[in-house]
């Protein structure tokens, strides 16, 4: 079993920036997917970012140029760093992972979720 442990949501008045952060433990092998997700009220989740162990990289279509995916393999981390945030950026944020406990077992995991709140 892996968990992820999200953090760095809050509020935040459009224009600003945050940094959302999420940390795995557990029996971690290696993680080949990393990525974010968020779910308005009322829509249905949708990929913001991900990004592969090759430093591979996709990003949603409203957030490209503003929104910067990275990870710290060493420490099982991705982050996402979000500026010039708008009010349409608000939501819960998750944090997604695809592993391997060992060298042929595979899962996903999903982070608890962080509220980002833009006001404007």
């Known amino acids: 079993q892996v968990q992820l442990v999200e953090s760095g949501g809050g509020l935040v008045q459009a224009g600003g920036s945050l940094i959302l952060s999420c940390a795995a433990s557990g029996s971690i092998f290696m993680i080949p997917g990393m990525g974010w997700y968020r779910q308005g009220s009322g829509k249905e989740r949708e990929l913001v970012a991900s990004?592969?162990?090759?430093?591979?990289?996709n990003y949603g279509d409203s957030v490209k140029g503003r929104f910067t995916i990275s990870r710290d393999n060493a420490k099982n981390t991705v982050y996402l760093q979000m500026n010039d945030l708008k009010s349409e950026d608000t939501g819960v944020y998750y944090c997604h992972m695809y592993y391997y406990s060992d060298y042929r077992t595979h899962d996903e995991a999903w982070g608890q979720g962080t509220l980002v709140t833009v006001s404007s």
């Open positions: 990004i592969n162990n090759g430093g591979g990289i």
